[in-house]
């Protein structure tokens, strides 16, 4: 098992799996009152958001959600503890994917109960034998006040955590069968003027993975811990391996300890209580014998749940500091926004105030830190945006949307009427292709098929392939804007979207002259290419900007600007209104 | 969550290769019996887990299939549903084995007497433990089918009495099963092949039916139907630790029902679970009655919300707790201590049925000395 000590020197951190709001905002609760720098829990997985919203105090934080263990595993590269709160048939599955993925991480926490028992002697040996610390089944975790929360121990409510003194160190340690129990001992050390060293509960079930000896074991090594309190309960005999322990001379401490379950020897039958282990099957299990043992062996043996809260009430008391913290009035906000902030001295937008944005001069810039939500990491990035920008911002009047706004300009409508009439024209078939592009290019790319098979795949279904085809320009008359934006390929040092773009081409092409990579197509590629190259972008975060439609973005943006000029070309000319000559229409009767 | 006894016909049914058994309900005995052949001789037997059968006149030899009916008729005279057949396998006292097998942390623990039978008690000292596999004398195919049944299909424990050993073949005459509930989702075997000791109580059933449709737990069993303390406990620790408080005292034999429910469960499941011990508790033949409720300092079973499903429970039955003289004392803490403490005193102290209050700064056991103060009365 872990070495409590060490992790008071690094405590680390955790990845929780499955969905348990007021357990993963008790830990982050923790970690204020214990005065961590940021929340102990770095990403969950499990959940289909991308981040989720807890208090971080008084304040709120976000923690990272993720789909799959991998997944996390591409954002989060290295973690300490696995909270596995997920279900006793997907437990055992969840706690080998998270070893592949951290095989140096130091152990886990399983919350179900009912884990198989052949399931639970495989945890053992697998991991727990190899000196990972596997805490549970049918337990609440562990505690090391001060320093780590690995499950719901100590309460999910920061009043518990509070009141138990859990953000600070102290000498008794609580092990415990129970997990409701495991509280009732720790607020019973609390009430009686002391300090908590560390909790652990090894859960009720016949195998645990923690076996009691080993947390004895880690209570005799930490030099916190003075004296340790011990739950048990009748059935199994882990009792006298604690009884050979002493007798060893491996175990020194003091110990005060209570033994449940002699009720069950009030009957003809042995009873099955609450815990899976809670049967006395033989004489040696019941909670008298084990008592004798412990008793026999120097253990101080409390007969009831007063005698033992006096045997506590006793040990030398620990210094208790009164934490301050209050988050009795916070409030959980309606909506997060992370790009812009009203202060005292104005606004700021991504990270610069307006008139820094302002001195700086450069739209380009700024445009850019406003798509990705961040200020680019490279210059390239934003030479890209300034590309793009400048060179869609109008293809000629006769396109749709361009067509659609001076329509409505010329309907006597005003600037916004018009530009929406443009805007909303764009769609699968006009402007709104960069996305789908973007789509071909990361799917071929990160799903492994060869642009042959996709060429194949959509001529089979008679599809188009976003980004592919130009009304106008073709092999032998190529488009001078695809040549300027093709230059940003030699500024990155590999471009595997682009590259699979262009072999595309190359297919397409031999069938048809004018199924070129086109201007969509380009932005796409090139785009892709340069958030995975220059800003870091992983193939996850590629996805979600599909996903949120970026790529047709980048479009609007500049067209935007291209309808706007468009509407205030029409009011300067002011030719009335437009109507369709009849020659133009083709009545059938 | 636990190991549960299978009945001895699935038992052997995946034990045995070509189990010749034949599985017979009291509801449907002419099938079963249609099920035999004429001209050979069965073993009938009562098939509820329970020991020593053959002390107990559970047995019948001999059985043809023209008399089986009337055999086993004889035996559902005596409150017995579940029969089983089997072909007789004629054999000497002297060749009965003993074996079981159960499954250790440190792998199968093998127990083995060659002077196996109904005796077995008397020859403690002719079973010899093996811990490994190889050093168990019988034929090894034998050992590792029943290993790997074992892994398979989630068998804790195996114990077989008496076994036949005839060259490499061995007969199964009795046995034992204990399997792991909590792997039943990947075995075999299903809720139907659980035998249960005794008969369960309606309040014990409908407790049973609520576990299984919830994600939080729920158990409930009547240890004396004429019991004065109706115990209604939160946590598989606390309920073990208050029930002591009673043994301590000397008073195990007032305690009406032992059982819990924890894992956050929802309002309406409280108040179905407390109705349950209510309707109990009402039953009873006791001179005064009490009812505890109490657990310990919960991690995160909302007080408030649990209380609120047992004061709905409560309510709709109370003009017969208030018939009855019941008295109610309450011990809990966790998340919304306060609040639910609060509520609840408020509905005892109204309806004049408040035994006591207590949260988590005062012990867990007081409230079983409080009551049975009342009691004793």
């Known amino acids: ?589 | 969550m636990a190991r549960v006894k299978l009945s001895e016909y699935a038992a052997k049914s995946l034990l045995v290769d070509k189990y010749g058994g034949v599985a017979i309900r009291v509801r449907s005995i002419d099938d079963g019996v249609a099920r035999l052949s004429d001209g050979q001789k069965y073993i009938v037997k009562v098939d509820q887990g329970i020991k020593k059968r053959g002390k107990q006149g559970l047995i019948r030899l001999n059985v043809t299939k023209k008399d089986a009916k009337k055999a086993i008729e004889e035996l559902a005279e005596k409150g017995f549903e579940r029969f089983i057949a089997e072909p007789m396998l004629l054999h000497d006292d002297d060749e009965e084995r003993y074996l079981s097998v159960e499954r250790m942390r440190e792998g199968m623990r093998f127990l083995y007497s060659p002077k196996g039978g109904v005796d077995i008690e008397e020859h403690p000292e002719s079973i010899v433990q093996y811990d490994s596999i190889k050093d168990v004398p019988l034929p090894q195919s034998f050992l590792n089918r029943l290993v790997d049944t074992m892994n398979k299909e989630h068998m804790s424990f195996v114990e077989i009495n008496p076994l036949i050993v005839r060259g490499e073949a061995c007969s199964l005459l009795d046995a034992a099963v204990l399997v792991d509930s909590a792997g039943s989702w990947q075995a075999s075997w299903g809720d139907d092949d659980i035998v249960e000791v005794g008969t369960k109580a309606a309040s014990e059933e409908a407790v049973a039916r609520l576990n299984d449709g919830s994600p939080a737990s729920f158990s409930f069993r009547v240890l004396n139907p004429d019991g004065a303390i109706w115990l209604l406990l939160s946590g598989g620790g606390a309920s073990i630790t208050i029930a002591d408080e009673a043994a301590n005292r000397g008073k195990a034999d007032l305690i009406g029902n032992y059982g819990e429910y924890s894992g956050g469960p929802t309002r309406e499941e409280t108040q179905l679970y407390t109705e349950a011990v209510i309707e109990q508790l009402l039953m009873a033949n006791a001179p005064r009655k009490a009812i505890i409720i109490a657990g310990g300092v919960a991690n995160f079973t909302d007080v408030r919300k649990t209380f609120a499903g047992i004061i709905d429970a409560l309510r709709q039955r109370m003009a017969e707790l208030k018939a009855a003289e019941v008295m109610v004392y309450v011990r809990r803490g966790g998340p919304n201590e306060k609040e639910g403490l609060a509520l609840m005193e408020r509905f005892l102290t109204q309806h004049g049925i408040c035994g006591s209050i207590h949260g988590s700064s005062d012990v867990l056991t007081t409230v079983i000395d409080e009551a049975l103060e009342y009691i004793d009365a």
Not at chain 1, 18 to 42: E, H
Not at chain 1, 47 to 67: A, D, T
Not at chain 1, 565 to 573: M, V, W
């Open chain 1, 1 to 589: 098992m872990h070495s409590i000590a060490d992790i008071r020197k690094n405590p680390g951190t955790i990845l929780a799996v499955g969905s348990y709001r007021p357990g993963y905002q008790a830990i982050l609760d923790f970690d204020v009152l214990t005065g961590r720098a940021s929340p102990s829990i770095v990403g969950i997985v499990g959940s289909n958001k991308r981040y989720e919203k807890y208090f971080w105090g008084n304040e709120e934080v976000l923690i990272p959600c993720f789909r799959t263990m991998s997944e996390a595993r591409q954002v989060v590269p290295h973690t300490d503890w696995l909270l596995n709160i997920t279900s006793a048939r997907r437990a055992y599955q969840v706690t080998e994917d998270f070893f592949t993925a951290y095989p140096q991480a130091h152990g886990v926490h399983i919350f179900a109960e009912d884990i198989p028992e052949v399931d639970a002697i495989k945890l053992f040996d697998t991991y727990g034998s190899v000196g990972k610390t596997i805490i549970g089944p049918a337990g609440v975790g562990l505690i090391v006040p001060g320093f780590l929360k690995l499950g719901v121990v100590g309460g999910v409510d920061w009043r518990q955590i509070k009141a138990n003194h859990l953000e600070q160190s102290g000498s008794v340690a609580v092990l415990s069968a129970s997990g409701g129990m495991i509280n009732e001992l720790i607020t019973m050390v609390a009430n009686t003027g002391h300090a908590l060293s560390f909790a652990l509960c090894f859960g009720g079930d016949r195998f645990p993975t923690t076996r009691p000896l080993d947390a004895f074991l880690a209570a005799e090594a930490d030099p916190a811990t003075k004296h340790i309190v011990y739950y048990g309960e009748l059935g199994g005999t882990d009792e006298y391996e604690i009884v050979e322990l002493i007798e060893q001379g491996k175990l020194t401490k003091p110990i005060i300890a209570y033994v449940a379950g002699v009720i069950g020897e009030s009957f003809d039958t042995p009873v099955q209580f609450g815990h899976a282990k809670a049967l006395a099957g033989s004489k040696d299990e019941t909670a008298s014998a084990k008592r004798q043992a412990l008793a026999k062996a120097g253990v101080q043996v409390a007969g009831s749940m007063s005698d033992l809260s006096q045997a506590i009430g006793v040990l030398p008391q620990d210094d208790i500091t009164e934490s301050h913290h209050d988050f009795s009035y916070r409030q959980a906000s309606l909506f997060t926004s992370t790009i812009s902030t009203e202060t005292a001295d104005g606004y700021a937008f991504v990270g610069k105030s307006l008139q820094e944005w302002s001195a700086e001069g450069d739209i380009a810039s700024q445009i850019t830190a406003g798509l990705l939500g961040r200020l680019p990491k490279s210059r390239v990035t934003t030479e890209l945006m300034r590309t793009i920008y400048l060179l869609s911002v109008d293809h000629g009047p006769q396109v749709s949307g361009a067509l659609n706004t001076i329509v409505t300009a010329r309907a006597g409508k005003g600037v916004i009427d018009s530009l929406a009439a443009g805007l909303m024209t764009i769609g699968p078939r006009f402007g709104g292709a960069v996305s789908d592009a973007a789509r071909e290019w990361f799917d071929g790319v990160e799903g492994g098929s060869t642009p042959g098979e996709l060429v194949e795949k959509r001529a089979k279904a008679k599809q188009m392939i976003g980004g592919i085809g130009h009304k106008k320009y073709r092999l032998d008359l190529p488009d001078p804007r695809t040549e300027i934006l093709a230059r940003y390929a030699d500024k990155l040092a590999v471009h595997p979207y682009f590259d699979f773009a262009k072999v595309v081409e190359e297919i397409t092409t031999q069938k048809k002259g004018n199924l070129i990579l086109n201007v969509d197509g380009h932005i796409a590629a090139l785009m892709l290419d340069v958030l995975a190259q220059e800003e870091g972008y992983a193939a996850r975060e590629l996805e979600q900007l599909i996903t949120a439609d970026f790529f047709n973005a980048l479009f609007v943006v500049p067209r935007t600007m291209g309808f706007v000029a468009h509407y205030l070309d029409q009011k300067r000319l002011d030719e009335g209104l437009f109507r369709l000559p009849d020659d133009d229409v083709l009545l059938v009767e």
